[in-house]
């Protein structure tokens, strides 16, 4: 293709592409498939690479992340980035009204929105092109984060419709609730410490070094403000509907209110209605709505005078603080609990509440016996959010964090950077053995569903499964007639657990099937810290059998891509302690899996000690294509090039210095069809 068609076709590619993400995460209502949208994604990859300066700053191929930055510029707001007063009660927003009307007369409308609980972000567009995007810093100054929000997928990269040259808004980054959940499970599941909350998450996502990540999050944003008041908009509400034809994301959750009973009205609907939302909001905001009533009212050197928050009281008691239990979960980490004195709730009996960590209980300086406040906040468990000094017991003495496990004894550790504490005892701590055999069990590893349901604590608890390897033993008459009896909470039922012969024929299926779960899943299961969905599939692509993986080198585990230090450190001290080497060899006889098979991995060892240099980008393959064939041949990726390199495989867009540093060190640069037509040969 020549240029000039390319140019056409991209032009045509970049706003064909913007259209269908606007209506997939804008509009909710997408017209092609997924697979259709990926195609055309492929085509503007592949002739961006191959006219590198026909990239468009708008390109949509921009959002799967640039390089990494160590650390961000700061940038002056035009406009200083103002927070709302806020208020709790229906009176300070009466006296808000007439503070108001003292200034505009009593013809004023307001805006009623919902206050989204995130980080508040400033968007600037030049052209239609965003160009800017700053936290709010001191108000001032904020950092610009364009890189990482580029790929949160509802900011659009290019206006459409009627823009001005400049154009600034502001908005919201926040998570989305399933997203929020599902990012913390799978975090636990690697032996990552899970985000208190969606709005910890998703300011520390933005705040992260790099975009590659940051697109991995399920961030949004929603848009509520054009400061400036530079543009011939009317109302707040008319700048709403422009910003919506301008591409971005604006709630529909608003309401025109006339006064303040319309204000309450729609206050009280959505103290209910929030629950159902799939994000989190913390109030309602509420704003004059006509913007020369707003000019009239200026601001103070905080806030608007035009806007005021209304925020949801966290529902809050006061009760005493009795004891203090830690509790040991299965990656051993040692989370404090408080028990309480029995208070009522939001609607429930409390008697517990996290402590989160040793660093909470100092800040907080929460002591045995103190009155403490409690709140219910989006987490299930209530917590601690502070201390009624006036009621301390004059001989109350500092709370100190345990030094001991509380199951099993042994010291617990700290690691630099991190909050809590552990227990490292993990093979004979009981709390996480039987945590590690539920993670073995669970879906996503080797899926015996027969035994969930506290069957497991059951077998634990009568010296028949001591580990996982204990499993595979299992004969039906060791379990027939087991039980336990669950007592009932709070005046309900008690209820039973019994192993009848219907359940016992189950678990013992379920055991034998789990013998035909591919090696990736197998390894994932065996619950190595940090070894997690992903980098379990990774690495058994990589080493293809647990063999290789146990002799592999600190060096060989960290050239394989996106493995870092921190994992290869946890998977050799794994493999470095002779009872899991038995535990592995009792699971072999047992009949796993400890390979990758061969159908599924279509593996040679074709390319067995040679390590590949990938770079560029490919006409028939992508990159990661390429990689996992050179995996699946019995080769290796490595990011950089050193003496040990054997190919460079060259795609187009390839940095030049690359090319110089093969060419020095002798190593051969070889193209995509070379590099498939060196598979082909093994084939024939
Ligand atoms: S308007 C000049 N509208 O709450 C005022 N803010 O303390 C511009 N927020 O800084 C803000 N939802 O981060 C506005 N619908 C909404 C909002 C909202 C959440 C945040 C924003 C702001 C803070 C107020």
Redesign the pocket.
Known sequence: MNKENARKRIDKLVSDIQKHNHNYYVLSNPVISDYDFDMLLKELEKLEAAFPDLVRPDSPTLRVGGEPTKYFDTIEHKHP??????TYTFDEILDFDKRVRKVTGDDVQYVC????????IGLIYENGILKHAVT?GDGIRGDDVTNNVRTIKSIPLKLVGNYPDYFEI???IFMTLDGFREMNLNRVNAGESAFANPRNAASGSIKMQDPKEVAKRPLDC?L??I?GNHLNIKSHYDGLLYSSDLGFKV?KNVAICRNTNEIFEFINDWSEAREKLNFE???I?I?VNNISQQKQLG?TSK??RW?I?YKYKAERAETTLDSVDYQVGRTGAVTPVANLAPVQLAGTIVKRASLHNSDIIKSLDVRIGDYVFIEKGGEIIPKIVGVNINKRKQDSQPLSFISNCPECGTILTRKQDEAAHYCTNEDHCPPQIKGKIEHFISRKAMNIDSLGEGKVEILYDNGLVLNIADLYNIKPDMILGLERIIPGKEGKKDSRISFQQKTVDKIISGIEKSKDVPFERVLFALGIRYIGETVARKLAYHFKSIYALQKATFEELTEVDEIGERIAESAINWFSKEEHINLINRLVSSGLKMEISSEEADISDLLEGKSFVVSGVFTNHSRDEIKTLVEKNGGKNTSSLSSKTSFLIAGDNMGPAKKTKAEKLNIPVITENDFIEMLELDNK
């Open positions: 980035m103002l927070s709302l007063s806020n929105e919902l206050k989204y609980d995130g980080l508040s709010r502001r908005g919201e929603y509520y403000y400061p709630s909001i913390d109030g905001v704003k601001f806030n608007p806007a928050a």
